[in-house]
């Protein structure tokens, strides 16, 4: 993409030929950079609370991989830090999932299972694609792969561990599941075969839960109501008070530089 | 240390019964001519109780510190002003938690155990660094923390890199290089603030003035008061005094503090021509004392968020355990 000729403050203002695909992408960009920045600072709310050491490390380094992820794909589509930081609620395109609070570290995990898995098969398929995001997803796909092996492990110590570990694992992976059908609508600007994602995913998870001896949660696979509605800017209620201990600092001294 | 090897089936940290009694001497004075001559005491080599308890209590405080340390910072993890920041932030408290597992490692092959020795920190038994007993009011903190707390545990640890006991020497090479990328952006992020708006300049300015005392209390008591100075000294775990560490540590931050405009809070800091060092103004010892009896600003939090984390941890602890139990129990079934 030639940077010159389009300003991506309005999308979709020019007929240049050049730049049909720029407003797409943006939006492409900003879906799943905002899954990414949104996820890292979930799992930066670990620090120093993790049950142990080796934890520690492990959630602090997917953090940092879908950080810099994340700077990759806002920087498409603007500037990073002016779309992490002055962004209200409804801009932020990211699925509803990747918001949910850490709960206990099982509820962390299934979180991690269902969108790692997401992520490893989205990245895969878009890294084989002539988009201007197939380089990110290319180099992305790695760390992906490490995200969703670290949940995949825990997801079988827990459920197949203690009665209690197994009783949490099971609460985590049934109150998440309501938000796993919106990973599979359509992102605007991303050609890819979401009915093949979304049943190689089931196949995945279906595969891990059970080993864990666990059984795939049976309500619905989103609300009656929200449906697809975290790519639409409809959030819940915890991603507003996220937003605003994130946001905070940045605000209040406008136009400083860090 | 190559020549005082213990046979693997004797007990190598209870040299005091029967036969050992009458090896002890050659063996000791095989230890003290490999101490003298700078060679490395290596976890299998044969050493004395006393020398092995003071670097498992001095190793043990250390990687105590490293993790309660996280903690001050993680505490601005969720509020870095930009995504630059925040990264680096993230990856500095990152790099705390491996350098508490090395050390704890380091611990281990002098025969304590990482859960004990975590033990004994939640109990209070065993301390971490009275400097994480102060709070982290301001996003400039991050960066005074990094610049004088990370530069003053440089200071202290590049000594350790040549200390007599070869697995926490190697720790310690790791670790400094890394300390010294968190002195570098810590200072980095200070000239950002001091040369931006006067807000943030301000901001600065008053991380410094409330970091610095308390820093150089990181070298702890003055010599003159220091208890386990002497024999650590003879063992070459401890090189230099805690006065000529703190020294040291002044006469670095001094041109740097310059540098990133900012002011050190100490009327009394000037250049000693004679000397070749600055002198400074008098540390507040009782202040050091109080905060190391627990009356610190912090004490009471820092523990409470480390004994809830391990607690709130403990059935994810015990569900890999059983995990892994069953695991190889069927790996046995099926060979
Ligand atoms: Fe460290
Ligand atoms: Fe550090």
Redo the contacts between chains.
Sequence with gaps: MTPTPVSPASPGAGPAPTTTEAPALHAAALALGDDALVLSHRLGEWAGHAPVLEEEVALANIALDLLGQARVLLSLAGDEDELAYLREERAFRNLQLVEQPNGDFAHTIARQLYFSVYQTLLYGQLADTDSLLAPLAAKAVKEVAYHQDHAEQWTLRLGDGTAESHERMRRGLDALWRFTGEMFQPVPGLDLDWQGMREQWTARVTEVIEKATLSVPEGPQSGAWTAGAGREGLHTESFGRMLAEMQHLHRSHPGASW | MATAHQPPSTAPHHPAAGAADTAAPALESAFDAAVAADERIEPRDWMPDAYRATLVRQIAQHAHSE?IG??PE?NW???????????IL??K??DE??H??YL?SAAETLGASRDDLLDKLHSGRQKYSSIFNYPTLT?ADVGAIGWLVDGAAITNQVPLCRCSYGPYARAMVRVCKEESFHQRQGYE?LL??SR??P??HAMAQDAVDRWWWPSLMMFGPPDAESSHSEQSMIWKIKRHSNDELRQRFVDICVPQAESLGLTLPDPDLKWNEERGQHDFGAIDWSEFWSVLKGNGPCNEQRIT?RR???E?????????A??AV?HSERKEATA
């Design positions: 993790i996280m903690q993680a993890i969720t509020r870095a002003p930009s995504l630059r920041r925040k990264a993230m990856a408290v990152q938690a491996g508490g597992l704890y996003w992020l950002a603030l931006g708006t807000a943030q968020q809830r984390a391990h709130e941890g403990a059935w994810v602890r015990e569900a890999a059983a995990h069953k």
